[in-house]
């Protein structure tokens, strides 16, 4: 069987260290944890699990603080978890069978995020990254700022999910400012970086700059085909957000140029046309929504909701709008299989109870 090195990156995260190590602990081989800076008991909890505890003078450059961490780990091969990471029970035993079954061909374990949850803590916004690698120099982490490592050689998706959940606010400005500090000192941004940067705009609120950025993007026609369709879905909320609305659905529908339709963007089409009280046309972007396949493995955000949940709820309303009842009760019924305690849902049965 391989062995697993976990390499950890820290700071500041003594409320929820403990929990990420703890669960962690019996299915890696070694636990490396590198602190770029704690002023609490972050490292004091580290050495509790481990004493394998680095100190890493901060530079701004996530990639750095990673590298070093990687180049601690011994293990055939190295995984990354964030400390407001969980390997839930669930997943634990999962884990177990893959490490088990890995087979020393394979280069790089792609495993499911999770990143938000709905009422009932299934998973309604997902992504697959690069989580376990071959102990070879090309794991290598790359970017200042949602830094990312190229999956090589032979590569498997593991349906094994890592949680992401934290106790506490995270500052919403610290990647933002970041990206700005590069930018001061007369850095270029990589295709990527500038489509990352473009979201943290969005994040902060500042429309017109993100508008530009994900323009200049897209333009330059070397994104990821994946941030290119995500692209034009946050640069329509951008210009939705400017008041500018056939802005917004030409940023929707140039998304089609790069692959076909993705239910997320059909969401956001439909959304448009209810907006404007074009509830038929919203019926057909929402039911188009239905038909699209989910395609987890290619690595885009995954809206879980948009494949299923959001369609029906929205159809329901469209239908009620159009005095077609049964059709609106029919999908609440079908989002209510999806999420029995949406908020919305009840709410809706509530009403067409009270309305019949």
């Known amino acids: 069987m391989p062995t697993i090195s976990l390499c950890m990156i820290v700071k500041n995260e003594e409320e929820v260290l403990a929990r990420c190590l703890a669960g962690a602990k019996g299915l890696v081989d070694e636990i490396v944890v590198v602190d770029t800076g704690s002023e609490d008991s972050t490292k004091e909890i580290a050495k509790q699990f481990t004493g394998k505890v680095y100190d890493f003078a901060w530079i701004d450059h996530f990639a750095a603080a990673r590298n070093f961490a990687f180049s601690k780990g011994t293990g055939d091969y190295l995984m990354w978890l964030d ?24 280069d790089t374990v792609m495993m499911k995020y999770n990143i938000a949850f709905d009422e009932q803590g299934k998973p309604t916004f997902s992504y697959y990254r690069e989580r376990v690698m071959r102990n070879d120099p090309r794991a290598r982490w790359e970017g200042a ?11 498997i998706h593991s349906p094994v999910g890592v949680t992401h959940r934290r106790k506490s606010k995270t500052d919403p400005l610290r990647n933002l400012r970041l990206f700005e500090r590069l930018l001061a000192k007369g850095e270029t941004l990589s295709p990527r970086e500038q489509f990352y940067y473009a979201r943290e705009l969005y994040y902060g609120a500042r429309y017109a700059e993100a508008c530009a950025v994900f323009e200049a993007f897209l333009d330059g026609g070397k994104g990821w085909i994946e941030n290119n369709i995500e692209a034009c879905r946050v640069l329509a909320q951008c210009r939705d957000a400017l008041g500018q609305r056939e802005q917004a659905l030409q940023a929707l529908m140039r998304s089609f140029a790069y692959d076909a339709p993705r239910a997320e963007i059909c969401c956001a089409l439909g959304y448009h046309f209810f907006a404007r009280q074009a509830y038929e046309t919203a019926v057909h972007w929402y039911q188009s929504a239905l038909l699209c396949p989910r395609k987890d493995t290619a690595g885009g955000f995954m809206l879980e909701d948009c494949y299923g949940y959001l369609p029906h709820l929205q159809l329901c309303v469209c239908h009620d709008r159009l005095g077609q009842t049964a059709q609106a009760v029919a999908h609440n019924e079908e989002a209510g299989k999806l999420r029995p305690q949406s908020a919305a849902y009840l709410h809706n049965k509530t009403y067409f109870e009270g309305k019949v």
Request: hydrophobic share 45%; net charge negative; charged share 30%.
């Open 83 to 106: 400390a407001d990471d969980m390997i839930l029970p669930e997943d634990a035993q999962s884990f177990v069978e893959l490490k088990r079954r890995l087979d020393h061909s394979v």
């Open 145 to 155: 700022i949602h830094e990312v490592i190229a999956p090589f050689g032979k590569i």
